[in-house]
């Protein structure tokens, strides 16, 4: 049942969300805070899925450019994507302004969350490359994924959250800083200990498991590109699926947050290629194409995923090296960070924080590191949170020299031990 301070937002009339629509609403009343009014001109939708609409408003007393996800509620239950808003608080994660209830004619209750309004998205950003069929610049790519992982840091490390949809449409992208930060939190949930487990989507049942191994030996017997598999019907369930982890693939009833880390590496592989890496049309196309790249999986990493599925026997492929998955001028910095964190186990992909870590993003971490432009970059390396647990020497790889200087960690500079 939803509980009285999540219900106790302000309600208001919920009309069709319409250009030029204005709703008011009140803010405040809390701990002694006065209460006041604001209102929001809806402009245009900006976004819309299964979960409702994103529109982009302007607060009419500030001039604030806003967007508004308006979300059907039900009145019986909680709204997880609320109650975890409350309390994110990152400059790579999206933020929760406040929120309000709208009410319709027909007594439908909608949950209107109103977040800072960032205008571009990773999808269409790479996408500006991508039609010209040009390469976004290696530069980009780094910024974009550092700032990834540090939002994932702070989601997994220090509130304990498993985002579960992580993929280029979810990523925001502030085309003048060239900040990013980590939106919809409608599928995430808090996997307080990271060998706390969680529920998948696919459920591991014997009828399911022997048709997938029975498909895989028919795919491969015929060859994998002979293979055509008509896709779902919903979209939102086909983007996500590029970047689904494979143990959700093999029906995993229990996973971690090492699942955000597959869909991270997949969308480091899409900015470097410039398109998905594993495209699957379904569920079992979608492992095929993970096969096609990293080989057969053992019978560990099988166990591993899913222990249901070890006594399923599949075709025995190689992997591709993955120095041939990219072109021949990649550096190699990019292909072994893209190897650890694509692994088939769990628990041998690296960490969030491992990630920004990684050689890969050494040149962010450059004094005089800067923007194509010439503007700075936008603030890295102002870590809180998330370093909590962090070793000295991964901190100490974390936080380049100059920074340390600036923020008075000079016993830092020096390797443990020395």
């Given amino acids: 049942?939803?509980?009285?301070?999540?219900?106790?937002?302000?309600?208001?009339?919920?009309?069709?969300?319409?250009?030029?629509?204005?709703?008011?609403?009140?803010?405040?009343?809390?701990n002694g805070e006065p209460k006041q009014t604001i209102s929001y001109m809806a402009e245009h939708v900006v976004g819309t899925g299964s979960f409702g609409i994103v529109f982009q408003a302007k607060c009419l007393e500030t001039g604030e450019t806003v967007a508004i996800k308006k979300v059907l509620q039900d009145r019986r239950y909680k709204n997880r994507e609320l109650q975890l808003m409350r309390i994110l608080d990152h400059p790579n994660v999206i933020s929760l302004k406040h929120c309000f209830f709208s009410t319709t004619s027909k007594n439908e209750l909608f949950l209107n969350l109103v977040m800072d309004y960032v205008p571009e998205n990773m999808y269409r950003a790479l996408?500006?490359?991508?039609?010209?069929?040009?390469?976004?610049?290696?530069?980009?790519?780094?910024?974009?994924?550092?700032?990834?992982?540090?939002?994932?840091?702070?989601?997994?490390?220090?509130?304990?959250?498993?985002?579960?949809?992580?993929?280029?449409?979810?990523?925001?992208?502030?085309?003048?800083?060239?900040?990013?930060?980590?939106c919809d939190f409608g599928s995430a949930k808090v996997l307080a200990d990271p060998s706390q487990t969680g529920t998948s989507p696919l459920l591991a049942l014997p009828v399911y498991l022997s048709f997938m191994a029975s498909f895989?030996?028919?795919?491969?017997?015929?060859?994998?590109?002979?293979?055509?598999?008509?896709?779902?019907?919903?979209?939102?369930?086909?983007c996500s699926r590029f970047y689904r982890a494979p143990e959700l693939i093999f029906g995993a009833t229990e996973y971690t947050n090492s699942i955000d880390i597959w869909s991270a590496g997949c969308v480091l592989a899409e900015l470097l290629l410039g398109q998905p890496l594993f495209p699957g049309e379904n569920a079992v196309d979608q492992l095929v194409e993970i096969i096609k790249v990293l080989g057969t999986p053992t019978r560990e990493e099988i166990r591993c995923m899913n222990p249901n599925y070890t006594d399923f026997r599949f075709p025995q492929i190689?992997?591709?090296?993955?120095?041939?998955?990219?072109?021949?001028?990649?550096?190699?910095?990019?292909?072994?960070?893209?190897?650890?964190?694509?692994?088939?186990?769990?628990?041998?992909?690296?960490?969030?924080?491992?990630?920004?870590?990684?050689?890969?993003?050494?040149?962010?971490?450059?004094?005089?590191?800067?923007?194509?432009?010439?503007?700075?970059?936008?603030?890295?390396?102002?870590?809180?949170?998330?370093?909590?647990?962090?070793?000295?020497?991964?901190?100490?790889?974390?936080?380049?020299?100059?920074?340390?200087?600036?923020?008075?960690?000079?016993?830092?500079?020096?390797?443990?031990?020395?």
Wanted: charged fraction near 20%; include cysteine.
């Fill in 216 to 238: 895989l030996l028919y795919c491969f017997e015929v060859g994998l590109d002979q293979i055509a598999v008509k896709g779902e019907t919903n979209i939102s369930y086909i």
């Fill in 318 to 418: 190689k992997a591709h090296p993955w120095h041939k998955v990219f072109h021949k001028r990649m550096p190699p910095e990019a292909i072994d960070l893209a190897s650890r964190l694509l692994q088939y186990s769990p628990s041998l992909r690296c960490t969030a924080l491992e990630a920004c870590a990684h050689p890969f993003f050494d040149e962010l971490r450059e004094p005089n590191a800067r923007l194509p432009n010439g503007r700075p970059l936008p603030q890295l390396f102002n870590f809180k949170q998330e370093l909590s647990g962090a070793s000295r020497e991964l901190i100490n790889k974390l936080i380049p020299d100059h920074v340390k200087r600036q923020m008075g960690l000079q016993h830092f500079m020096h390797p443990a031990g020395t």
């Fill in 1 to 30: 049942m939803a509980d009285d301070k999540e219900m106790s937002a302000p309600v208001v009339d919920g009309k069709d969300t319409v250009n030029g629509h204005i709703i008011s609403t009140t803010i405040g009343g809390r």
């Fill in 127 to 182: 996408k500006h490359y991508s039609i010209p069929n040009q390469r976004m610049p290696l530069v980009y790519v780094k910024l974009y994924t550092y700032q990834i992982f540090r939002g994932l840091a702070y989601l997994h490390h220090a509130v304990g959250v498993c985002h579960r949809d992580l993929k280029p449409q979810n990523i925001l992208v502030d085309t003048l800083t060239h900040q990013v930060k980590i």
